[in-house]
T-cell receptor, first 114, second 112 residues
Framework: DTGVSQDPRHKITKRGQNVTFRCDPI?????LYWYRQTLGQGPEFLTY????????KSRLLSDRFSAERPKGSFSTLEIQRTEQGDSAMYLC????????????FGQGTRLTVV | SQQGEEDPQALSIQEGENATMNCSYK?????LQWYRQNSGRGLVHLIL?????REKHSGRLRVTLDTSKKSSSLLITASRAADTASYFC????????????FGEGTQLTVNP
């Protein structure tokens, strides 16, 4: 098992374009999380899935953001009509079981909107 | 919104010295976790302490938790240059399901 994998590692896009990121969690993990992190800040929660169900979504997440986890395996995060303020590192994490377990993070996708 | 606040924001020490980082949080928690992040990389889990625990050790790491003061500390003993990284505390709040809420982090620099 190679851990949590995110693709692509870097993405540069023009303002107004749509982008999609993929996360492959550790195979037996039932929970999957998306976070956003800007320079010098801690990760900020976006959304989380338990299996294929999206159980929580941050109120900070605008309607331009959507996430899916079909079949409870990999997940995609799509940002529509990107804005310069969307530039950040997007981190995916997965965990197994109940709440008192550690989360395993991927290396992140760095998005730059120009 | 961020739950935790780390103190100090930045810490610079010499190799071999101990490093202490503090974290305060606002609401009741199920557990508190510490993560490490090297520049531009993902986060690596270091240690988890449950709300009914007061102290935990893992190798050169020692974590304390004071739920009455809503605070935690991370001590790294005999620091090495390879410990240079950002360190974040993260909490799972009683009311937030399994969402991890992170603080702003402490940037630790260990000089050789």
């Amino acid at each position: 098992d190679t851990g949590v994998s995110q693709d692509p590692r870097h993405k540069i896009t023009k303002r107004g374009q749509n982008v999609t990121f993929r996360c492959d969690p550790i195979s037996e993990h039932n929970r999957l999380y998306w976070y956003r992190q800007t320079l010098g800040q801690g990760p900020e929660f976006l959304t989380y899935f338990q299996n294929e169900a999206q159980l929580e979504k941050s109120r900070l997440l605008s309607d331009r953001f959507s996430a899916e986890r079909p079949k409870g395996s990999f997940s995609t995060l799509e940002i529509q009509r990107t804005e310069q303020g969307d530039s950040a590192m997007y981190l995916c994490a997965s965990s197994f079981g109940l709440m008192n377990t550690e989360a395993f993070f991927g290396q992140g996708t760095r998005l730059t909107v120009v | 919104s961020q739950q935790g606040e780390e103190d100090p924001q930045a810490l610079s020490i010499q190799e071999g010295e101990n490093a202490t980082m503090n974290c305060s949080y606002k609401t009741s928690i199920n557990n508190l976790q510490w993560y490490r992040q090297n520049s531009g990389r993902g986060l690596v889990h270091l240690i988890l302490i449950r709300s009914n625990e007061r102290e935990k050790h893992s190798g050169r790491l020692r974590v304390t938790l004071d739920t009455s003061k809503k605070s935690s500390s991370l001590l790294i003993t005999a620091s090495r240059a390879a410990d240079t990284a950002s360190y974040f505390c993260a909490t799972i709040q009683e009311t937030s399901g399994s969402r991890l809420t992170f603080g702003e982090g402490t940037q630790l620099t260990v000089n050789p």
